[in-house]
């Protein structure tokens, strides 16, 4: 048998490790993490693995201790030494030769090292550079170290010289050494053993005999003879060097483990450590405690021949520490497992984890509990122990937010190894019992898989967790076996809406298909009322979908749609609810379609999926959902418009939504409908589509308006100018829409209706001019020939109704459209289609009244400027509607009209006159404010007509007294038009006293005289504030503007005079600055400032209220005085009086 002190080691950590087989499709994330964790159980074996006698454990030999610098500076120097040897070397006598031959062969050999080195980079640069291309096999550089090989030999030559040539060389046992070194070095095993026993037999004594003795036992011991082995290194024990004795001792103690004397090896082992601790305190610096870190590691596979955990753990904390004891007997429990000790393995990951239940590799052992009772088929303990690894170390668990605080690169690398090994595990572990289930047929062996899967599916299938580590495609194949699995067990309702979910994830997957079909047949088996069954574990399991043959379904017959009766309501019809395994059913039939159909479908399965979709859409047509029905009749109509569904699901398409009154759809699928060729090739057919269009058509176009109606209602409640807004963009828009309903059906029942509205909703939306095209669109077919010629050719029970309709229809046209021009100002337009209707039409069918109709002819007559036809207008009015007793105020309505006419005529005495006598004869017949409103034109046209002081005087007072007479309390004291006229009136009254107060002056140069001159101009200046004072509170903003205005100009002429008043005789220069001074003080400033404030109330009040009249630009003018950089020109436009747009009251 072969010794190895590396492999048994290795291969019980390697074996123990778990196995995440490569499936088919998995994704690059996954392949990372498997590495990842390949590469950590690697790491983790070879730090627990003991490696002998190897290169990086071994003692300091003679040649080690002759390695010098390998720079090349230093090889220069080197070489420059050879050349002097070589030189000097042939004239040397030849008993001097021997220690030069011996210093050149040491050179020779440092030179060799000196040159490995260099071709060893290039190779490596070499390798690295091949890497980096492709790495191409073929290619693939070779190490290849001539000048090391050449230097080497010649060492090795030097060295044979000694021997040979100079056998009594006082230095020979170490050139027997160093020639050994060499020869093993090259592979000269067989020759360098030779020199080592020549050595050690002929020089027992020398200082390099134990190294020989190391030697030669790690000769033998790698060449499997363990009795030789030891019997050198029981040689070398007896050297008095510590290194030799503790090595020597280390190597025993392996010899002890190959021979199966596990307890001595253990010793042994532990003698090392003890040593080596020693050793580094007395000085021997860290290759001592090297050499017991592996004595440490490798004692645990000793250990494990002892069948103990805790002792492992406690011995080797205490002569190593914590860590490494946590580590070391993480590793006995891969090698308990490897060995088959599978009830030690798990007490050993067991006492790691918990001692140390957040250890980064937790996850990993925890791994290994189940994968060591998998192997001992305690199934019970493998679910156990499964469901133990996921809860405590997926993504979301204790262990892994408390790891990942740590915040560490190794913490991170921990977590997605966690991941790896709880998902890939469980992963792993179901797809063997699912093919184990398979195999066996037993029901627990499917139970047990079902269950796994289940939790892999509950901790690993969300996206916001397998989005992350990429695992989502392996998540949904997963779920589509756990639906298998399902099936499989008869537990249906589970299957089903497993088979759904992996439908609705992962429509394009290769399981797709046949997951939604088998949906269909789970549901079905639902619908039909089957119930779960539990089976006996040793049951056999038969995995056929059903008694059926794979690729059939239960067929539905036509039969089973009823038709419609169209002599029940709408209320019969209401949607019942389905329920719910029956939605699932007509679901499952709805993706198995999608997922098939398609242009490379097979034609045997056309006729499944037409019975597929007709299944789905009779579920909802039984319970009235005719919308839902109607979709799938129509998908089975497009895909397949000449099969015998089609034509009997497009009509009773057609017929349940129209019962339903559901417009929209009826309206989608009848125009969808109208487009099939095949369809249309049915007279009956046609014509009820069309029917159905043009109906459905107009509802929807109700319905909009009816919409725009509502929005107005409730932003009118609430006074939103938002929503109000909106409503007249609805209102728009559908006007809009029954202008095209006109255009597309022409000669549809529903056309004169259809243009009444849009011509209504035009007018609500202020769009006069298409109002104007509706209206006159709709009397435009009237009178065309065949109108009502088509009129008569409607059956009896529809003519009569019919023609009122449509009468009603013009006649509310005929109404609407003069008011539309009035609308765009054409008002004689206007005027003349007032009077056509009220000539022409009953005004029974519409809003408006005949005798509305002509006064309203007459207003846009007066309007246009027509005043003969006016009073044609008005002497017509009188004559049909004088003499009856309800007519009177329009009778004062039409005097008005009249007054209004001969005012915008220019005849403005006729004009004066009729205003004026409108008091007297309609003043009871119309309300207060058009009385004064009356006066105050009168006043008006008579300043314009030049009329006297005394005539202006009288209406002035007339105007003041009629409103003085109002009570107190009477609203028409706020009334503006009342107001305005009074204000008007009481102004004027004011004017003798201000013109009077404009002629008063200072000039007096008499002391008492001046007194008497300045205080009665303040004190009239006091009465006139006073009176405009109380003037402005009747509120009229013009009248506002000129009080306020002469109140700040007769200030500004108050300090004015008192400024330009002359000086009292007498007085010297003196007592004039000082009386100058008192006047300013006390009279000039203070009215300035007076009158500046009046001035600025006047202009502010102009701002506000928009008013800008004479006064506003006197105001602006005496501001300029005081304020000559703050006020530009304000610049009045003309005024067009608004009053040739009144009609009754204006």
Known sequence: MRISTISLFSAALLLAAPTFAQTKGEDAAAKKRRSKIEERERQAAEAASTKGPSKKIKLEQAMDANISDFSVKAQRKRNEVIRKISKALPQQPEGDRADLIFQLAELFWQTSQFWYRQEYASFDKSLQAWFDSGGDEKTRPKLKTPKADTFKNQAIRNYDILLKKYPRYRRRDQVLYVMAYNLYLAGKKNGAVRKYGELVKKFPKSEFAADAYLALGEHFFNSNNVVKARTAFERALRTKKEKVINFATYKLAWCDYNQGEYADAVEKYQTVIRRSHAMRKNGFGEDAMELGDEAATDIVLAFSHLDVVEEVYDYLREVRDEEWAKRMVGKLGAIYDSQGKHDLSVRTYRFVLKKYPTHLDAPMYQSKIVTAFTRMNDRARVRTEMERLVDMYKPSSLWAKKVKKQGTEQATDAIERAFEYTEGTMRQLVTDYHAEAQKSKKAGTYRLARDIYKKYLDNFAQTDVCSVYETCEQARRLRFYYAEILYSLKEFRQAAEQYDVYVEEDPGGNFAKNAAFAAILCWEFIVKGEKPITLPDNARINESKGKRKKGQIKRTAKTTVKQIDKTRG?????????????????????????????????????????????????????????????????????????????????????????????????????????????????????????????????????????????????????????????????????????????????????????????????????????????????????????????????????????????????????????????????????????????????????????????????????????????????????????????????????????????????????????????????????????????????????????????????????????????????????????????????????????????????????????????????????????????????????????????????????????????????????????????????????????????????????????????????????????????????????????????????
Request: glycine residues 4%.
């Open 570 to 1146: 709408k209320e019969f019809y209401t949607p019942k609810k389905i329920p719910a395994d029956e939605i699932s059913l007509a679901n499952a039939c709805d993706r198995y379609v999608d997922r098939v159909h398609g242009k490379s479908v097979d034609p045997k399965l056309k006729d499944q999926l037409i019975e597929v979709k007709f299944k789905a859409a009779t579920i909802y047509h039984k319970y009235f959902h005719f919308e839902d029905s109607a979709k799938r009749f129509d998908e089975l109509i497009a895909r397949w418009p000449q099969n015998k569904f089609a034509s009997f699901g497009a009509l009773n398409v057609l017929d349940s939504l129209a019962v339903r009154e559901v417009w929209s759809a009826l309206n989608k699928y009848g125009r969808s409908f109208q487009k099939n060729k095949y369809l249309m090739r049915e007279s009956k057919f046609k014509t009820s589509a069309a029917k159905y269009v043009e109906g459905s058509q107009f509802q929807l176009y109700m319905g909009e308006h009816m919409k725009a109606v509502e929005t107005e209602k409730r932003a009118t409640a609430k006074k939103n100018t938002t929503g109000l807004e909106k409503s007249k963009q609805m209102y728009a828009a559908s006007a809009k829409n029954f202008l095209n309903f006109y255009k597309e059906f022409p000669d549809s029942q529903f056309t004169p209706i259809s243009l009444v509205n849009a011509m209504n909703v035009f007018q609500a939306a202020d769009e006069i001019d298409r109002g104007i095209d509706a209206a006159e669109l709709l009397l435009k077919s009237y009178a065309a020939g065949d109108f009502w010629t088509k009129i008569e050719k409607l059956p009896s029970v529809d003519r009569k109704q019919k023609q009122v309709d449509y009468e009603k229809y013009e006649e509310m046209a005929a109404c609407a459209l003069p008011g539309f021009y009035v609308g765009i100002a054409k008002f004689e337009k206007a005027a003349q289609l007032f009077e056509h209707f009220a000539e022409t039409y009953s005004g029974e069918h519409a809003a408006c009244k005949l005798d509305e109709m002509l006064q309203n002819a007459l207003i846009f007559q007066r309007v246009a400027g027509n005043t003969k036809k006016v009073l044609e207008l008005r002497d017509e009015f009188a004559k049909k509607y004088g003499k009856k007793k309800k007519y009177k105020k329009d009778l004062a309505n039409l005097a008005w009209q009249l007054a209004l006419t001969y005012k915008a005529s220019g005849q403005l005495e006729k004009a004066a006159k009729a205003y004026n006598d409108f008091p007297n004869r309609y003043g009871s017949l119309v309300d207060e404010q058009q009385n004064f409103e009356s006066l105050y034109r009168v006043a008006m046209i008579w300043e314009e007509l030049g009329k006297s002081a005394g005539d202006m005087k009288k209406i002035r007072r007339k105007i003041s007294d009629r409103y003085d007479k109002l009570k107190a309390k009477d609203p028409l004291r706020q009334n503006r038009q009342v107001v305005r006229a009074a204000a008007y009136a009481k102004f004027h009254q004011i004017d003798s006293a201000y013109e009077k107060y404009g002629k008063l002056k200072i000039a007096s140069k008499k002391g008492e005289r001046m007194k008497k001159e300045l205080m009665t101009m303040k004190d009239q200046l006091t009465a006139l504030q006073q009176a405009y004072e109380k003037l402005m509170k009747l509120g009229d903003p013009a009248t506002i503007v000129r009080s306020l205005t002469r109140m700040g100009l007769a200030a500004d002429k108050f300090a004015t005079a008192v400024d330009q008043s002359p000086t009292p005789k007498g007085l010297t220069m003196d007592q004039e600055i000082f009386y100058r001074k008192g006047l300013e003080e006390q009279f000039i400033f203070p009215y300035q400032q007076g009158a500046i404030d009046s001035l600025e109330r006047a202009r502010g009040v102009s701002f506000k209220e928009g008013v800008y009249n004479q006064a506003t630009l006197d105001a602006q003018a005496a501001l300029k005085k005081f304020k000559s950089n703050e006020f530009g020109e304000i610049v009045i436009m003309p005024f067009h009086a608004s009053e040739s747009f009144a009609i009754v009251g204006d």
